[in-house]
C-alpha cells in the first residue's frame, strides 16, 4: 500500500447554535486554515472529498454550495459522501492509492441546530419496520445502555463517570462546546431523558466543521515535519435490523481494528466517536484498550458532536497529537448508523 | 416551500422551512407478505441459513446474505429483552402517553422486533417480562398494524 | 378491503427545520426589499458576482466589496416550460432565464414576461419588473419578472466567459 498521512488538521469551535453564519460561511475559515497548515498549495491538492448530510441541513444537493469553500475553477477531482468525513477520509485515501495524485483534502461539516437530529436520525432506519414508528436516536441508545447494564457490570455510575472525565478533559479543549467539573455522584441523581439515559449522557448539538489535508509519501514529508501516517485504516458494519444484533458488543469496531493492525503496536491514545457515554465503554471492550491508553483527551463526542464531522474529528484529534510529538502511535475511530452499528478505524503512528 | 417571515431586528435573516416527502415503498414479496400476514393479525418471521427464525423477515441473511424463503409463523407474545422508558413522548412516538421502547422476542422468534410498550409506568417494565401484542383496530398494512404491545397478565 | 397482497407502503417523511441565511445572503436579500440588487466583486479575481456569496467560488478570497446592480440586463440563455410546475402558480408555457445584469460577471435567473414566448432570443435586452414598493420583502419575488426594454439586441459573443 501507498503510505499516506495526516500533514494538517483544523476544525472550527463547535456551538450549540450558529445564528450568524450559515454552513459555507463556518467551513470556509477551517479550510483555509488546513491549507495553510498542510503546505500543499490550494490548486495543487490532487482530490476533494467530504462528508456531509442533506436531511440535516433540510435541502437537497447541500454539499455543492459547500465548494464556494474549496475554489473548484478550474474543475477539480471531487466526491462527497453522505454520511461522518471520516468516510470522505476513507475515500481520499483509498483515492491516494491509485498513484496518480498525492495529495487530498478532506473536509466534514454540518448544522446540527437547523433542524432536530434527534427526528432526522430516524430517517437512516430500516423504512418499512423501524422508520415509521419514529424511534429517535436517543431511544435506540437507550434500549442499547440498558441491555449493557444488564449484561455487563457496568452502572449508571459508570456512564456518569465517562461523563465526568470526558467534560474535565474538555476544558483543555479551545474547540468543545459542553466541558466543566461534574460529580459522577451528582450527575446520576439528574433526571432521566429516555431511561437509562440522563441528558449529559447524550451528545450536545452542535454546528461546527473540520478539514484535513492528507499526502503521500514524500510530499508528506516534504511539507510536514512529523506526518501522522496511516497505519491502517478499515470500516465494518453490523445487520440492519437492531433485534438481529447484540447491541452490547461491537464486533464491527473489533473486525475494523483487526484489519487496520491496531493491535500490532502499543497505543498511545485512542479517540472515540462515542456520542453516549456508554457507547465508550462498549467500545472499550470491543477494541481491547487497557489502562494505559488515553481515551478521548478532547473530550469527545460528549463535549462536542457537530454530526457529520465529529469522527473526523477524532482522527484529526488523534493525528494531531502524533504531529505534534505527544504521541507514537494513536487511534482514532469513527462511527455511524443506530448503537454502533458501523464503525471506522485509523490507526495512526509517527515514523 | 419557504415562508418568509423575517425578524427585522435580527441581522441575519431565518426563516422555518418544512420539508416533506410522500414517499410510496415497494414492499417486495418478503415484506408485502409479512404487512399482509399483520393485516389478517398474523405475524411471520423467516427461516435463516443457520436456521433461527428471524421477525421481521428479511430478503436474505444477515451473516451468509443467503436469499431466503421459508416463512415461519411465530407467537403473538414474547419476552422483552430490553427496553427504555419515554416519559416525555415525541409528536411522531408511536403512544402519547409515557410509554417504554422494546425489543421482543416473539414465541418462536429468535431475534427481537422493535415496538412499543404500552404500560403503566416504567416500574412495571422488566426485561424478561412478557408482553402480547394488541392490533390496531382499523389496519392500515404496516408496522403500526401492531398498535402497540401490553403487558401480559401475570398468571 | 382488498384481499390481495400488500405491495406498497406509504412512508410520510415530514421534518421541520430553521435556516439561517448567514450575513452575505441576508445582506442580499435585505436589498431587494429596499429595491436593490446587490452584488460583490471579489479582490483577486475582479468577477463580480450575484447572489453574492461571503467568498469567492474560485479563489475563496474572502469579498467584502458590495455594490449595487443596475436593474437592466441581458439574456444569456433561457428555456420555454411546457410542464407545470407544483409548487409555483405560473401560466404554461412559461419562459425562465439566465440573465447577466450590468455590473455583474454571473448571470441571475428569472422569468420572462410581457412578450409572447417565441419571440424572446438570447442578447435581449430587459429589465427587472417590481411589486410596490409597500409589498417589497427580503427575497426575489419582490422581482415578479423581467420585461423588454425595447433597446437593440446586444451581440453575446461580447460576454466572453458569462458563466454557462
Redesign the interface.
Known sequence: MREVALVAFAQSPSVRQ?????E??IL?PV??EAIRWGGVP?KEIGFTCSGSCD?LA?VPFSFVSA???????PPIRESHVEMDGAWALYEAWVRLQVGDVDSALVYGFG?SS???PR??SV?QLD??YA??LWPDSVSLAALQARALLQSSGYTERDFAEVVARSLRDAKRNPNAQVSGDFSPDELVKARYDVSPLREHDCPPVSDGAAAVVLAAGDLARKVCERPAWIAGIDHRIEAHSLGARDLTKSPSAALAAEKAGMGKGSLDVAELHAPFSHQELILREALGLGESVAINPSGGALAANPIMAAGLIRIGEAAQLVMDGSAKRAVGHATSGPCLQQNLICVLEAR | ??D?S?STQA?????????????????GPV???F??SL?ERRIEGIRGSDGRVIVPPTEYDPVTSETLSEFVEVGQAGVVTTWAWVSQPRPNHPLQQPFAWALVRLDGADTALLHAVDADSESAMRTGMRVRVRWAAAPE??MRDIECFEPEPSA | MSEE??????????????????????RF??GFAEGKILGRRCPECEKVYVPP????????SPMKEEMELAHTGTITKFCIVNLPFA?RQIEIPYVSASILLDGADVPIFHLIQEIPYDQIRIGMRVEAVWVAPDER???MESITHFGPTGEPDVDIDLFEDADA
Not at chain 1, 450558529?18 to 450559515?22: I, P
Not at chain 1, 465548494?67 to 475553477?73: E, K, M, S, T
Not at chain 3, 397482497?5 to 441576508?26: D, H, I, N, Q, W
Not at chain 3, 456569496?53 to 475563496?60: F, M
Open positions: 450558529d445564528l450568524r453564519r450559515n459555507v460561511e470556509t479550510i483555509a490550494r436531511y433540510g465548494l464556494d469553500a474549496v475554489g473548484a475553477w448544522k437547523v433542524g432536530d427526528d432526522i430517517l423504512p418499512y422508520a415509521p | 416551500m419557504s418568509l423575517v441581522e441575519v435573516l431565518s426563516a422555518p422551512h418544512v420539508l416533506e416527502y410522500p414517499y410510496k415503498r415497494s414492499l415484506i408485502g407478505r404487512f399482509t393485516r398494512g404496516g | 397482497s400488500l405491495t406498497v407502503l406509504r412512508s410520510p417523511v415530514k421534518l421541520e427545520y430553521t435556516f439561517t441565511a448567514g450575513e452575505t445572503s441576508s436579500l435585505r456569496r461571503g467568498n469567492c467560488p474560485i479563489c475563496t409548487a420583502i427580503p427575497g
